[in-house]
């Protein structure tokens, strides 16, 4: 297969949009409904799944026609009629023909049926993107990245495998079952009421085992979920554990979790391994009761023909595995159920950013109302209490205060990340529960305390986001974030790897990097936390000097904790106890000799 080939999508990007909004909408009505749900999955899919089927039973008739034609050559050789030659020739050659299709029906099965389970695997997953982008920033307080990576990435594969198994294997016995039962019901009844001896056992066993199971797998899915979190938490303190001498410290929690998952592991296996155990030795008696029984029938007139023993025992096979492949199933399907349940539980989060016939915004002036606003992440907790300002467009506008007085809540306010819960917040004289935010945000841009970058080149991490960036745009870009000198210093320039989450580049890089990336993108809003934290003196004055210039006209937002950095800013909103308690320029506010004087005092 050549390379364009391979990367060929198996659908369009369009007609996977499609199917992943589907999945949205199907999980908003299928609550509690694992089965209904998974069974949806495939809609869309119904022409392949069709297909695969008459693919299926083309390539799977040899195994139905062996035992007939098996026992008509054995009652050719032992009754020898004239044509007994011709007839053994087209039997054989019937079963030949049967063989040798097997080959092509067998691709075009299993190829149809691939095709149609992994455009639902990669669209399911495509729906939790969705999701996630779409959950407000409040919800993954609640949600560890690790349960959020284990969903879709093991729970997803899980519903595939028990899609696969449903439709593979489950095809298989429907029709096993059918074939045998009818071809035994018309040739013996007495046989065919000893067949039915075996579902009250299978169902005995299947009773017993799949509560057990299905309370194992749920346990083990639980702690995968809860270690997958707590490893991605330790690779992120790895030198803060290293600097403290805490690794055997950080090995011995890591390696009480990794073994209570393979206790937890070790139960699952055991029973399962027990269960099918148990499944195999019920089955293989009946088999040789089968063939006790079909003998003595023989023996006693009932069964004429000794081709019919092979018959049965053949066909009483068949039917013994597709109830043990039932019964092997359950594990998967307990598996797989839970997965559905699983990512039920992410797809069903009503946290959900809701802009749909909201108010779009075009433009953006930068006109900013805050009156009376209360906030509180938790009941009886207010972060934000009467608080009251007005940022007039283009103003540069500084919080300070105490860590903890609300500064960073009234910047994710801006953001449009929360909303009041009393009071009103108003951008261009528009309610910010009334307007669409994804096109607000299409003019801000914001530069976070915490430098997060991603694991790309300094190009790919300064231009995220946008298309096309012409090289005079980021060569006026770098210079204004004085990074100019730093990438001509680097092997292999813009298009140098900066590692996981920057790991490769200096703290005060990192930042430069990010505030380059927000300033690319041309913003009316700039949001700047902290943005000058990381840098050393030199750094730090060569880049307020480009954010003074490059803010100009823009109405900006400050949080800062060194008061000497915001000397210029139009306004200084000085916040005690979730207020705003003093609002003036740097002069008027040093002057009056409040809080914001205290404040100065203290870092002199």
Known sequence: MTEKNQNRPLMSDEELTQLEAEFMERYKGSEKHPIRTLLSFYKGQYHLLIFAAICYIIKKSPQWMIPIVTANLIDLVVEQPENMMRKIVLNVVFLAVLLILNIPFHYLYVKSEAVATRNVEAALRGALVRKLQHLSIGHYREMQSGRI???????????????????????????????????????NLFVFVFFLLCAPVAGVISFVFRKKLRHLSRDYRHAVEETSAEVMDMVEMVPLSRAHALEDTETSKMNRLLHGIARRGLRLDITQSLFGATNWVVFEGFQLICLVFTV???????????????????????????????????????????????????????????????????????????????????????????????????????????????????????????????????????????????TYRKHIAVVPQNTILFSGTIRENITYGLPTVSEEKLAEILEAARLTETIAQLPNGLETSVGEHGGKLSGGQRQRI????????????????EATSALDSVSEKKIQEALDH???????????????????ADKIAVMEGGRCVECGTYDELMAKEGAFYRYRKLQL
């Open 296 to 438: 003595g029938m023989f023996l006693g007139g009932s069964i004429t023909s000794v081709g019919d023993i092979t018959l049965y025992q053949q066909y009483f096979t068949m039917l013994v595995t597709s109830v043990t492949m039932i019964l092997a199933m359950i594990p998967t399907f307990v598996r797989g159920i839970e997965a559905v349940t699983s990512v039920g539980e992410l797809m069903h989060a009503e946290e959900e950013e809701n802009n749909d016939g909201k108010t779009p915004l075009a433009d953006v002036e930068g006109a900013f109302h805050f009156e009376n606003v209360n906030f509180a992440y938790e009941q009886g907790h207010p972060v934000l209490s009467d608080f009251n300002l007005d940022v007039k467009p283009g103003e540069t506008v500084a919080l300070v205060g105490e860590s903890g007085v609300g500064k960073t809540t009234v910047i994710n306010m801006v953001i449009g990340y929360h909303f009041p819960n009393d009071g009103v917040v108003t951008i261009d004289g528009h309610g910010l529960r009334e307007i669409d935010l994804r």
């Open 149 to 187: 990576q284990s969903k879709m990435m093991r729970d997803v594969e899980n519903i595939a495998n028990l899609s696969s198994s449903i439709f593979m294997n489950g095809m298989e016995i429907l029709i096993n079952l059918v074939v045998a039962i009818t071809v035994v019901l018309s040739k």
């Open 550 to 568: 490059l803010t100009a006209g823009r109405t900006t937002f400050v949080v800062a904790h060194r008061l000497s950095t915001i000397k210029d």
């Open 514 to 529: 990010s505030i380059a990336r927000a300033l690319i993108r041309d913003p009316k809003v700039i949001i700047l936390d």
